[in-house]
């Protein structure tokens, strides 16, 4: 007689059917976003979907109440706002702001590594990463390439976003019978261990396609070409250039230039036993900032959402927050100030609404937080220790780490309150260093009202991260009652009378 199951073997349906759909769009919106590019690029095309008109911030801005805009820096930083039908000049703009950036292996300015009898990729750290968790995964690339194009004797060049998904590269990690001690502590030296293993320089000297002027990989054209530009040959493997190539359609000698990275060709996923986790790298941030963009979406889409609405309803999605958000296309950069400058002044001309505006207006800023692990207990203070399914977790620091503040969290919670939707509270213990975001910078850089919340999550930082289905269905509607519900709320309370 077979063993009896406690749980009857579930079909492959009724697994499905425990899936919430927030949370398969989230893993849709995952997989098509390898990097701050093609997320911006994906973020694009869910605004276009739904009406919402591209702006270019080097255009003179024709605004009007009651339609829907955006508008991209650098390809990495995305702004979408819908204007409310009652707005006028000084009203407030309600704003979740994210980041589309993660830590990962970006590809250096040149990457042409030959040693040991390999080719190897040269990459440089970005961001803080759990870089032991990037051995021994099978790597692909993905980013942006500058393309050189001739038409008609006339030459052009084009922006265009590129993904190689096969696994072309690899970290290996040293066997144990060389490294005995690895076990007590694995050590990496960031600029010799983490070179990412391309191919065997036998078999692409024996695969290298025939090329004028020399040998592909030895450059015996010295290095230029014949009108005075430096040969990419010289900077990377041809074996490299060709699969980038290969995959926007062009010769390698048309590529002028790159942003590459490293990306883990495992897709992300729902997973766990009960399909209640999500499998994934890249959750922080692109988890708030896919939950905040569906949130805006969705309260906007509607011919009826935004007759009433006074204010404008914002979503800011970053590049450069996991080193520091110092770049033009960062948070500590004008491109938030700016947004709300060019909004208020469309609609009136006195410099007077702007500082109104910014006083009237309301900042989340959304950035995964840290769930309690149960390996690692002690590493939480007692009294604050988010758990997963346990909704949004809102951040507190005294030291202004984070912005919130007893009037901004009220405000939060209350929402919350209203829909019946979980919340939870977080500060990092007394002994231990406590990380930021974008809420302290922009508090301080555009003098908003600020709000610093995240999702909880586990292994923060490294290749694969996992977070609950169920907090990102939370944060998903606590947004978009927040998109819904503020500028009423707001009314309710006033501070500095």
Known sequence: MGKKHFFPKRKEEELREMENPVAVDLVEFLNSSPTAFHAVDEAKKRLRSVGYEQLSERDDWKLEAGKRYFFTRNYSTIVAFAIGKKYIAGNGIYIIGAHTDSPCLKLKPVTKVTKGGYLEVGVQTYGGGLWHTWFDRDLAIAGRVIIREQKDGSISYSHRLVR????????????????????????????????????????????????????????????????????????????????VADQLGCEPDDICDFELQACDTQKSVIGGALKEFIYSGRLDNLCMSFCSLKALIDSTSSESSLEEETGIRMVALFDHEEVGSNSAQGAGSPVML????????????????????????????????????????????????????????????????????????????????????PVQE????????????????????????????????????????????????????HFKAFFQDFSLLDAKLVVDI
Do not use: W
């Not at 970290?171 to 293993?197: E, M, S």
């Open 164 to 243: 190689i998904e096969d696994p072309i590269m690899r970290v290996p990690t040293l066997a144990i019978h060389l490294d005995r001690d690895v076990n007590d502590g694995f050590k990496i030296n960031k600029q010799t261990h983490l070179a990412p293993v391309l191919a065997t320089f036998v078999k692409a000297e024996l695969n290298k396609p025939a090329v004028k002027n020399g040998s592909v990989e030895t450059g015996l054209d010295y290095g230029k070409k014949l009108d005075g530009r430096t040969n990419t040959n010289e900077k990377h493997h041809s074996l490299l250039l060709q699969l």
């Open 338 to 421: 700016n947004a709300i400058s060019r909004i208020t002044h469309s609609f009136g001309s006195d410099t007077k609404l702007l500082p109104k505006a910014i006083q009237n207006s309301y900042l989340v800023s959304a950035d995964m937080a840290h769930a309690l692990h149960p390996n690692y207990m002690d590493k939480h203070e007692e009294n604050h220790q988010p758990k997963m399914h346990g909704g949004l977790v809102i951040k507190h620091n005294a030291n202004q780490r984070y912005a919130t503040n007893a009037v901004t969290s009220f405000f939060f919670k209350e929402i919350a309150a209203k829909h019946d939707l």
């Open 426 to 477: 977080f500060v990092i213990r007394n002994d231990m260093f406590c990380g930021s975001t974008i809420g302290p910078i922009l508090a301080s850089g555009v003098g908003i009202r600020t709000v610093d919340v995240g999702a909880p999550q586990l292994s923060m930082h490294s290749i694969r991260e996992m977070c609950a289905g169920d907090d990102v269905k939370h944060s998903y509607e």
